[in-house]
DNA sequence: GTCAGACCTATGCG
DNA sequence: ACGCATAGGTCTG
């Protein structure tokens, strides 16, 4: 497929907002909406196979949302030195189109959890409740469908290696079970309305909420503040993170989290989420 | 309304 | 090496 505006596939994949793709011999592997997708990028050639058959060029175009206006967008979120240093570095990134439901689950997995760590638990999930599809010999797991889960027994999701966790994704589970037009339902709400019914679910607080919203309800203002966040916001506002009395970090407050995050949509405007996504690709790999 | 403390687990640091 | 803090936070009291 012919890429008509500017896109970065490692960028995209590797930049910390989807955990279940891998690179191997240039090529991406991934599964989704039980679709195995191979995929890579030679210049502005997008190569693409699905397994177990075709799918349209369009249901690629709207996952990795090649119908934004990417260079529109980083003109108007270009606000400060920092995101101007990170749109530099990593022109091409784009916010990919999860599906509300593995979203959901994938960002309850997130909290308090490394990415290495979260990665293991969603593909733990999979492996146990996702169905197995075998491509030349190599299985692939798909996400855990919604019946799959709120079936199984707490127990059987902390097998998953996801601690504390199972409880919230068994509670969920259930919830969807019993109420399927749960989730699709919120699509109409505006973006302040979603944040809090997502909220009110077990496991989500304000940072899985706006995670939810931006990337799986198109919420493209909504900006999720986790640590590594957090640090760039006073950084750009020229001020210190809250400390204790042996300088450590202070822990985020949900009132602390409620004027960061609206400070960031005032200064970034209605794309904040795409200024998140940047600044915190930027400021992780500077970490290393 | 606000605030510590606890919390599963693997990883990475000293 | 091996104990300890930390990680894309949230809930409870």
Not at 251 to 269: C, D, I, K, N, Q
Request: overall charge positive; proline content about 3%; aromatic content about 12%.
């Amino acid at each position: 497929m012919k890429l008509d505006s500017h896109f970065n596939l490692d960028h995209t994949l590797s930049c910390g907002q989807i955990f279940r793709w891998a690179k191997a011999n240039g090529w991406w592997y991934g599964i989704v909406e039980g679709n195995i997708l191979k995929v890579r990028q030679d210049g502005d050639e997008l190569l693409y196979t699905a397994y177990p058959e075709y799918v349209a060029e369009d249901f690629i175009k709207r996952y990795f949302r090649l119908d934004d206006d990417l260079s529109n967008i980083l003109r108007r979120i270009n606000k400060d030195v920092e995101i101007n240093n990170a749109i530099q570095q990593f022109n091409g990134l784009r916010i990919v189109r999860q599906s509300v439901w593995s979203c959901l689950i994938s960002y309850v997995c997130a909290t308090n959890a490394s990415i290495a760590v979260i990665e293991n638990m969603l593909r733990n999930l999979s492996e146990k409740f996702g169905d197995e599809i075998i491509v030349n010999g190599k299985a692939f797991f798909s996400f855990p469908k919604v019946k799959k889960l709120a079936k199984a027994s707490v127990n059987e999701i902390k097998q998953c290696k996801v601690g504390y966790r199972a409880q919230y994704l068994s509670e969920i589970a259930k919830q969807v079970e019993n109420n399927p037009n749960l989730l699709e339902e919120l699509r109409k709400s505006d973006y302040i309305e979603l944040r809090d019914e997502l909220r009110s679910l077990p496991g989500v607080g304000p940072k899985v909420a706006d995670c939810v919203s931006l990337f799986a309800f198109d919420k493209l203002e909504a900006f999720p503040i986790d640590v590594w966040i957090r640090r760039v916001i006073y950084q750009i506002r020229g001020a210190g993170i809250p400390r204790t009395k042996d300088g450590t970090e202070k822990p985020l407050t949900v009132s602390e989290y409620t004027e960061l995050s609206s400070f960031a949509r005032r200064h970034y405007g209605l794309f904040a989420g795409y200024a998140q996504e940047y600044l915190f690709y930027y400021i992780r790999s500077k970490d290393r």
